[in-house]
């Protein structure tokens, strides 16, 4: 356990016995969170931290006596769904004047914005950046004292805080994050700079928490970082990804393990190889590309060619009969033309993905790209987007057609769409839907695929 927890545990024992004194009942908290699976896991250490406090959950933020907003900054328009979503709180924070509103993560990490909350939303009590966020315990505890609005949005490389509770609600699939930070500096990308340098965690507490979720029946492990494939670099006893995912795969127990996101410079053959040997981890790789464009690659910083993109994939598919691919695309990066899109349009044809993430270039202040020309209106970016998609929805319908006859096993993870079924997703990643009762939830079941959809397979349980 970290020191810098022990602390913050005093305080949230203070924060309880305010808050019980204040309002004579159990506090409630609504915690929204904007933005990525690292973000999703920030949050339920938020909440782990807010239950220490004695709140209580509510998805409703009307009933609430505390709502937090964990944001991110990735696009313009994730940090405009935030503002208005802010906004809307004004009315409600008039009426009852007792309510805290909290804003954190990406987007306040940035001080342009910082400035703008202090500004403009003089409604917003507590703004804390990442590197902040295990110190939130205090924050409230100075914010509830003083009553002032309290911002703590310092720049660090980050200590990484282990110990910290964690509330988790779904018992079937867990987020583990095994590092935080990013040193790539993609010319368009802003998170580096508001999530600081690379740092990971010691192998020990990984596997420990892995060991103990399991336990719990947890049976989908994902591992989280923003470039998963330079995990261990920075320990005092360095361990390659490839070494983490052997050793994860050796602890006892029926269970999956996924891991995003792969960089493709650092998604080494070594990576490909241990894949293939562990039992465990499942045969899908989400390796964004971006761009297929060589000269696109280089502008954004990416250190790969298409062509060593190709190989990589053609190796994987050797070692690993069956893997899945799935990827990023980000069309309209400053200076792209429409040849070069093309060669993105052909590479996504090339590989045959089971699905993508599509993005419009977006500006971010602060980054390399926000200072080169972007020339092509955006009516064409988007209706190079538009191609992408269409082109995707073809092959992702003929990938799942070739499934037909196959048998899946699948991780089933709740209802599905029709009446009378539930869905879950196979190895691949891939939304499986059979006929089957609740109490399969959380199972595992081998699926005998009948028909075929591009968002879906469907078919017939095995017994
Ligand atoms: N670390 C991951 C990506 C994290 S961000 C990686 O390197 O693969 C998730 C995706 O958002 C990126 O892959 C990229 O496609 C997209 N993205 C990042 N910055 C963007 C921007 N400025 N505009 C539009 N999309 C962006
Ligand atoms: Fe952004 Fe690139 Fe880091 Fe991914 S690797 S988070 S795209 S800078
Ligand atoms: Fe967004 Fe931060 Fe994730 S910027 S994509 S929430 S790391």
Known sequence: MSPLWDLQKTYADR?????????????????????????????????????????????????????????????????????????????????????????????????????????????????????????????????????????????????????????????????????????????????????????????????????????????????????????????????????????????????????????????????????????????????????GSSRVLSAMNRHYTREQYVDLIRYAREKIPGVSFTSDILVGFPGETYEEFLETLSLVQEIEYDSLFTFIYSKREGTRAAQMEDPVPYAEKSAWLRQIIAAQEDIASRRHEALVGETLRVLVEGAGKHPGTVQGRSDQNIIVEFPGEESLFGSFANVKIERAANWAVFGTREE
């Open 15 to 291: 924060v309880k016995a305010m808050l019980h004194d204040r309002l004579g009942r159990a506090p409630r908290a609504c915690v929204r969170t904007f933005g990525c699976q690292q973000n999703e896991a920030d949050s339920q250490r938020i909440e782990g931290m807010l239950s220490q406090m004695g709140y209580s959950f509510t998805g409703n933020p009307e009933e609430a006596d505390l709502i937090i907003f964990n944001t991110c900054a990735v696009r313009e328009n994730a940090e405009d769904r935030v503002f208005g979503n802010v906004g809307e709180l004004k009315r409600q924070k008039e009426k009852n004047p007792e309510l805290i509103i909290g804003l954190c993560g990406c987007m306040v990490q940035q001080p342009h914005i910082t400035k703008r909350i202090q500004k403009s939303f003089p409604y917003v009590d507590l703004v804390f950046g990442t590197h902040a966020l295990a110190s939130l315990p205090e924050l409230l505890f100075q914010k509830l004292q003083s009553r002032r609005r309290v911002f703590d949005i310092h720049e660090s490389d980050g200590e990484i805080v282990e110990g910290l509770p964690v509330r988790r609600v779904d018992g079937v699939k867990a987020w583990v994050p095994i590092m935080y930070g990013c040193n790539n500096f993609c010319t368009y990308c802003i998170v580096p700079y508001v999530r600081g340098r690379e740092r990971s965690r010691e192998p020990e507490a990984i596997l420990e928490e892995i060991k103990q979720l399991t336990a719990n029946g947890v049976k989908e492990i994902t591992l989280l970082g923003q470039n998963v494939n330079s995990y261990g670099k920075n320990l005092e006893r360095p361990l390659s990804f490839a070494g983490l995912l052997e050793q994860i795969d050796a602890l006892p127990g029926d269970f999956r393990i996924r891991f995003m996101t792969s960089h493709p410079k650092d998604c080494t053959r070594e990576l490909i190889d241990a894949i293939a040997r562990c039992q465990k981890v499942c045969r899908h790789i989400h390796l964004p590309v971006q761009s």
